[in-house]
């Protein structure tokens, strides 16, 4: 077993030191768009997301099989312009949405996923610096409910306008989600870590894919939706997917050369995982008996 770990840990590594490195590089320029230069020097492709098919690792969930509920309840709100009036408004509705389709059905059945923090930021993901004002914020974290699988979702919103081009908010804050999922203990027969991300940029909102390949980052980028009159219908979608089919092998090894670590690395990973995996089977143990006590 130690040494299944090692190996999906020294595959993972060049994928690891990667990521960083966008970050980094990201984080300390003033760059709001990434253009095509950046995603060629950083090795990031993207790809078209289409809505009505499904991605590599999210398909959405049939419309069929989404909870009814009663929309007048939502209480939507009217549009207000301005670029923070916009955008809260929208993850505000998002919010309300989410939470009555959770309500509906999702507690009492087989559905995947459940809404939850899984990952403190702090202002080294958030677009802040000490007294700066924010440039975006994460919300709405959803990931699969026993953490059995890797993959999860979250919205993002930016106090900008709309760009067709990659922001800098969506690829620091995936970048940041996608490293938290690699180094926990409960993930350790995973290599890919897809990542779902609903990001609103004034009344404008899209989702996009991401997952590294071990070569490259791939992002996947829907068209933007217009969310300035309340369409049940563009609610509907963006839930189908929020609350879709998570897929894809994501245990399968990726076709990279990976890391050999030095034996004094070994015995301190192996440590630090030892530790982990107790807190996570905690973890888990509290939870299944929190679903046992809603249940009843």
Known sequence: MDTLILNRLGKTEPVRLHLDHIFRTIKQSETTTLDEHDLSRFKIKVSRLDLDTEGSFFKPLPR????????DEVNFSDWAAGETNEARRVDYTFLRVSSHIWNATFQNSDQEWIPRKYYHEDTNIGGSVELRPLEWQTTGEVEEKWRRKPHCSYRIFHYAEPSDALRRGEVLSLLRYMRWRMQQGSFLQHYTFPVLICSISRSKVRLLEAYHDGESLCISKSEFYDFKENVVENYQLFMQWIFGVPCGDTCAPLQITGVEFAPATKKRILSNLARKARLADAR?????????VSAT
Do not use: A, G
């Open 64 to 71: 069929s099989q989404l909870p009814q509920i009663n929309w």
């Open 284 to 292: 888990r143990k509290h939870l299944e008996r929190h679903m046992i």
